[in-house]
């Protein structure tokens, strides 16, 4: 069954039973960090530990049930051909680890530096992986608050470039500032979680809703090789027991 509330029947202020986020952005922005602030708990291993697969994990908070799916970071690079195609069909999948799909991407950017432009290209290449839809259910969520001192975000976005302004005027801009240094704040949440409930209200659909037959070609071209890495794996030690063999039998004839 379904777990979320039609459009059609939700009043604006009926909250949803249950919020589905995916955290995505650049590696070591602060993406597992970002998580275990909003479930206001230690859910995700962060700092030295490097995410190396997605995963959702569920919280209350406040009374809200939230389920946040935590991502693997993607390098930021100028050669975008290079992108395997394993790491892309990946990317691709982090939808369908919080079903029926996310209410919203939060898209992780650090403001402890400069956006690039070359940050910003591949940003936009991943998020391409995920079809022109996915803007209108996704908020930037800047990290490293506690870096803006006494300035406002708004001084921030207006003393970067134009890559920075781009990505959120594709957010329809929408942006909130996080700061994981202060993890009792509790209000920097709860006010993350009222963006997100106005997106979702201000969208046709509440859901971003993965295409099924992608992640099934997706899911069947994975096991195929999964299966040939097994049987590449069992043919070599099969050729290093035939050569053990071999220098044996020679050794025995010395
Ligand atoms: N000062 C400050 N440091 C932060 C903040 N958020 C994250 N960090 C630090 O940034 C480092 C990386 O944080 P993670 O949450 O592991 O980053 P990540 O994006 O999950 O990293 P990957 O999984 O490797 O892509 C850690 O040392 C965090 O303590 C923040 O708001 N302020
Ligand atoms: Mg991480």
């Not at 991943?126 to 870096?147: A, S």
Request: charged content about 30%; aromatic content about 8%.
């Amino acid at each position: 069954m379904s777990s979320y509330i039609p459009t059609n029947l939700r009043t604006d202020s009926s909250p949803l039973p249950e919020i589905r986020v995916v955290i995505i952005g650049a590696e070591r922005d602060g993406k597992s960090s970002v998580a275990n602030t909003i479930l206001t708990k230690e859910r995700f291993e962060c700092g030295r530990t490097r995410t190396a697969q997605s995963e959702a994990r569920h919280e209350i908070v406040e009374e809200r049930k939230l389920v946040v799916v935590d991502v693997p970071g993607w390098k930021n690079s100028p050669f975008l051909k290079e992108i395997p195609e394993w790491d892309k069909d990946d990317f691709k999948m982090n939808p369908s680890k919080c079903p029926p799909g996310p209410h919203a991407f939060l898209l992780v950017i650090a403001i402890d530096s400069w956006f690039s432009p070359m940050e910003k290209d591949t940003l936009q290449e991943y998020m391409k992986l995920l079809g022109d839809r996915v803007w209108q259910h996704t908020i930037v969520l800047f990290t490293f608050g506690d870096y803006l001192g006494r300035n406002t975000i708004e001084q921030y976005i207006e003393s970067q470039g134009e890559a920075l302004k781009w990505v959120i005027e594709k957010c329809h801009n929408r942006y909130h500032v996080i700061n994981n240094k202060a993890r009792s704040n509790i209000t920097q949440v709860m006010t993350l979680i009222d963006k997100i409930d106005e997106m979702v209200r201000a969208n046709d659909d509440p859901v971003y809703r993965p295409d099924n037959h992608i992640f099934s070609a997706i899911k069947k071209k994975q096991e195929e090789i999964a299966k040939r890495a097994v049987e590449r794996h069992r043919q070599a030690l099969e050729i290093r027991e035939q050569i053990k063999a071999k220098i044996s039998g020679r050794r025995h004839i010395a």
